[in-house]
């Protein structure tokens, strides 16, 4: 879907830089760069929020057969995926969010913008009818 594509590329140009900016601290913790590592998770949980997914049975499934956002397809058991949900340290989430709000807020803040002024314009159109 040309839409999913759009989205998925995106959310990597906006999330890549701040992953590796937490790329430190995650190393600072005492993980290793595995194959379940910090890019491929946060794409895990913005996948299950995203798309919907059920549990992480269908997400190991979607990841064996067509991969997710930035993720090609791989091919690793349930149970390595559950285990690292369980072991993965929130405080990576957190940094990589907390990192992500000033570009979510100026974004919000355009977006306002351009409906208030879309708005003023279909008053303004309305008007001259």
């Known amino acids: 879907m040309v839409e999913d594509e759009t989205i998925a590329s995106q959310l990597e140009a906006l999330l890549t830089p701040a992953i590796t900016r937490q790329e430190k601290y995650y190393r600072q913790l005492g993980l290793r760069d595995r194959i379940l590592n910090l890019p491929l998770m946060v794409a895990a949980v913005l996948t299950l929020l995203w798309r919907d997914v059920a549990g992480v049975t269908e997400l190991t499934r979607m990841l064996a057969r067509e991969g997710f956002l930035?993720?090609?397809?791989?091919?690793?058991?349930?149970?390595?995926?559950?285990?690292r949900f369980l072991s993965f340290p929130a405080q990576l989430f957190e940094k990589v969010f907390k990192d992500l709000l000033p570009h979510?807020?100026?974004?919000?803040r355009i977006e306002r913008a351009g409906l208030l002024i879309k708005s003023r314009?279909?008053?303004?159109?309305?008007?001259?009818l």
Do not use: E, K
């Not at 979510?104 to 919000?108: F, G, N, Q, V």
């Not at 314009?121 to 001259?128: E, G, H, I, Q, Y």
């Open 104 to 108: 979510l807020l100026t974004w919000l």
């Open 121 to 128: 314009c279909s008053a303004v159109l309305l008007r001259n």
């Open 70 to 83: 930035w993720c090609s397809p791989l091919t690793v058991s349930q149970q390595a995926i559950a285990q």
